[in-house]
């Protein structure tokens, strides 16, 4: 992983180190992604697919995160737009420091379907 990678996406894990995690083929994790059923980024021009360690709960993807890919295909936000629009801070007073992925934590799957399907 390169330094850049690492300080842009600093949450996410690497795919194999992913696939070793969950005990399941690399080649699993990635038709999941192409699925939607997983989240992941990548830099360009890299090759290496990076997931964000928070969708995943008990060692499980969380159930909403396929939701939430989806509202983002159906509105046109890449991968790496859905990263931003859910790591990003939602305004900016102190309690503006939480981000969409911070709702998702706390179960609150229909207002970050929302909030992604207007990220257009």
């Not at 330094?3 to 842009?8: E, G, I, K």
């Not at 999941?32 to 993807?61: I, K």
């Not at 801070?89 to 970050?112: A, F, I, K, N, T």
């Amino acid at each position: 992983m390169s330094s850049t990678t690492a300080a842009r996406y600093p949450d996410c894990i690497a795919a194999t180190w992913l696939a070793a995690r969950l005990a399941v083929d690399p080649a699993t994790i990635d038709l999941m992604r192409r699925n939607g059923e997983l989240l992941a980024v990548r830099e360009p021009g890299s090759t290496q697919w990076r997931y964000p360690a928070w969708q995943f709960e008990d060692g499980r993807p969380r159930r909403s995160i396929a939701r939430i890919v989806g509202a983002a295909r159906d509105a046109g936000l890449d991968e790496s737009r859905l990263y931003d629009v859910l790591t990003t801070p939602l305004g900016l007073r102190e309690s503006g420091r939480r981000r969409l992925v911070d709702l998702l934590l706390e179960g609150r799957e229909d207002e970050v379907v929302t909030a992604v399907r207007a990220a257009t």
